[in-house]
C-alpha cells in the first residue's frame, strides 16, 4: 500500500525557517519525480517545487525561490521541503506528492502558518 506522511509543518513566525518531510512507502521511490504542493484557504493548489528521480534537478516557484529549498534521500525514500524567510503568505497545507509517467500519489497534507 502507498503512502506518503508528510511531517514538519506549525505555527512560526515571519522570517522563521522549517523544514517539511515527507517519507515514502509502498513504491520504488527512487523511480518517482517529487513534488511539494500548497493550498492557501481559498485558493487553488500551486506547484511550490520539483526534484527530478536521481535529484539533478530542481525547480521553484517564483514566489519561493531563493527561499525555499528541495531534496531527497532516495536511500531513506524521504524528501524535504527546507523553507526559509518565511512570510504569512507561505501560510497553507503542503503537500508532498510523487509522479511517474504510469502513476501518481499524494500525502495527506500537512499545516505551516506563518503568523506573528
Known amino acids: 500500500q502507498v503512502h506518503l506522511v508528510e511531517s514538519g509543518g506549525g505555527l512560526v513566525q515571519p522570517g522563521a525557517s522549517l523544514r517539511l518531510s515527507c517519507a515514502a512507502s509502498?513504491?520504488?521511490?527512487?523511480?518517482?519525480?517529487m513534488r511539494w504542493y500548497r493550498q492557501a484557504p481559498g485558493k487553488e493548489r500551486e506547484l511550490v517545487a520539483h526534484?527530478?528521480?536521481?535529484?539533478?534537478?530542481?525547480m521553484y516557484a517564483e514566489s519561493v525561490k531563493g527561499r525555499f529549498t528541495i531534496s531527497r534521500d532516495n536511500s531513506k525514500n524521504t524528501v524535504y521541503l527546507q523553507m526559509n524567510s518565511l512570510k504569512p503568505e507561505d501560510t497553507a497545507v503542503y503537500y508532498c506528492?510523487?509522479?511517474?509517467?504510469?502513476?501518481?500519489?499524494w500525502g495527506q497534507g500537512t499545516q505551516v502558518t506563518v503568523s506573528s
Open positions: 509502498g513504491f520504488t521511490f527512487s523511480r518517482y519525480a
Open positions: 506528492y510523487a509522479g511517474s509517467a504510469s502513476y501518481d500519489y
Open positions: 526534484i527530478t528521480t536521481g535529484g539533478g534537478s530542481t
